[in-house]
C-alpha cells in the first residue's frame, strides 16, 4: 500500500483535475476501449497523455488497499463487522474517498463521496446487477425453488421487475393501499395503549422497534395477500410467531455461513438452521399465495374474467396473468423480507429524534393537526400539506440509510471512475452512511435537522442539492420497489401518532448508535413514552 503521504497528495491532486472536468456524462468514457489488462502506465497512456499527465486513466491498482487479512482482523478482531459504516468513516477519513477491499476472491471497490456514487450509477447497466447473493441463491438451488427480484439477473429480473412494477412503482398506484394501511393503523393504536397501560407510568413502550416490526409485518401482509396475520393482537398466531422467528434465525445464522467455508456446511450447525429458516419464511409465503390463488381461480369460475373483483397486490398479479404462481411463490417471500424491517427501524430511529428534538415535534403536531385534526383520519391528499413530516422522513433516512451499504456490480463494460479504469464485473460499495454524513454537503451533518429539507431554507437547501447526497431508496430502474408504499404507510403512521400523543424519551434508552445487521438497527431497546395529548 502507498505510503499515506503519497496518497494524500495524490487526493489533493485528484480533487483539483475532477473539480475541473465536472462529471463524466453518460457515456461520456473517451477510453472505454482500453483493456484494463494492461499494465497500469500502458493503459493509460493515450496521446498526451504521460505519466505526469493529470489527465491520464490510472489503473485501480494504483489505488488504497485494504487486503483480506487485514479486512478481516477490522471485521472480527476490531469488531467492525456490526458497525462496518463507521470503519468506512475511518477508512475515508485516512484514504479518501475511494480504495479497494478484498473479502472472499471478489475485489470490492469502495465508494465514499456522492459525486463518485453519481458517476457508477449513471454508467450501470441496461439491467443494473448487486451482487451475486450467492447464500440466498444456494437456499433456493437446494429447494428447487424460483428466484425473486433479489436473487434473479438480467433480462429475467427485468420481466419480473415490469410485472411487479404494477400496482407498486408509481405514487398514484401506492394511494390504493391507504385504506388498508389506515385498518392496521387503528389495531397498532389499540395495540400501542395496551402496551403503555401494561407499564408501570401507565405511558410507555419499552422497546417500540418490536411494536413497529410487527405493525410493518400485518402491513405488508395485508397490502401483498390481503390477510391479517395477528402480530398487533395480544397473543399472535403460532404460524406468525414461527415466521418472524425463522426471520431472525435466517439473518443471524447468515453472518457465519458467509464467513466460513463451504466444507463446514455439514459439520456445523449454521447451515442447516440458515436454510430451516428459509424454509419456514417460504412454508408461510406458500400458503398465502396457495389461498390467494384458489380465491381467483373460484371467482374466475363463478364470474370469468370479468367478474373478477379485484383487490390487493398479489390477486391483482395473479388475476391479470402477470405472475405465475410459481413466479410468485419466489417473489413474494423476498417482498415480505424487503417490507419489514426497513420502515420498522426508519419508524424507530424517526421517533427517537422526535423524542429528542421536541421542538421539532411540536412543529410537526401543529403541521399534522392543522391539515388534519384529531378525529380526523389522515388521507394520502393531506400530505401535499404536509411537508414538515416528508423532512422529517427524509432527515431520519439520511442519518440512518436503512441500507448502509448497497452495490453494483458493472457486467457489461469497463467503467472509468474518477480517472481509474475498472474492468468488467467489478463490484462497487456505495458507503451511503458515510454519504449522507459528509459535510461538504451537509451542514452539521451529525445532527437532526429536518429543516434543511423545506424550501424555505434556502441556505441548507442550496448545500443538500447533490442528488446523490442522501439516496436511501437507491437508484434507477433497479431503485427500491416499495418505496411509495413505504413512504406512504410511514407518512400514515407518524402523522396518527402525532395527532394523540407526545413522545418523550424515556431515561433508560439513553443514546443510541447504529449497528448493521443488514440494515441499521438501533444498538439497544428504544424506551419511549407516548404523553395522550389533551384537547
Ligand atoms: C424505509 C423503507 C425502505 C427503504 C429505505 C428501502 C431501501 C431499499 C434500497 C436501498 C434498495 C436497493 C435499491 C438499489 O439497489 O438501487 C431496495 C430494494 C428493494 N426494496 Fe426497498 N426499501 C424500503 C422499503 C421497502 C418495502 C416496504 C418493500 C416492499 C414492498 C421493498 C421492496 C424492495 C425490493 C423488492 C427491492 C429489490 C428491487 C430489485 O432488485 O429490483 N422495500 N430497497
Redesign the pocket.
Known sequence: MAPLGCVRLRWALLGTRVAGRGLCPLGCRAKAAIPASLPADEAAEGPGAGPGDPRRLRSWEELPRIGRLRFLFQLFGQGYALRLHELQMLTKAKYGPIWTSTTGPQLLVNLASAPLLEQVMRQEDKY?T?DSMELWKAHRDHQSLPY???TTEGHQ?YQL?QA?NQR?LKPAEAVLYTDALNEVIDDFIVRLNQIRAESASGDQVPDVAHLFYHF?LEA?CY??FEKRIGCLEPSIPEDTVNFIRSVGHMFQNSVYVTFLPKWTRPLLPFWRRYLDGWNTIFVFGKKLIDQKFKEVEAQLQAAGPDGVQISGYLHFLLSSGLLSPREALGSLP???L???D??S??LAWGLYHLSKNPEVQTALHKEVVGVAPPGKVPQHKDFAHMPLLRAVIKET?RLY???PT???VIMEKEIEIDGYVFPKNTQFVLC?YVVSRDPSIFHDPESFRPHRWLRENKADAAKAQHPFGS?????????????R???L??KLLLARLMQHYEVVLAPETGELEAMGRIVLVPNKKVALRFLQRQY
Request: net charge positive.
Open positions: 443494473p448487486r425473486g427480484l433479489f429480473w421487475r411487479l407498486m410493518a405488508i397490502i401483498l423476498e417482498l415480505l424487503a417490507g419489514v426497513t420502515t427501524n426508519t433516512l440509510p436503512v441500507v448497497n452495490s453494483r451511503h439516496v436511501p431508496f437507491g437508484y434507477g430502474v433497479r431503485g427500491c420497489l416499495g418505496r408504499i413505504a413512504e404507510e410511514m
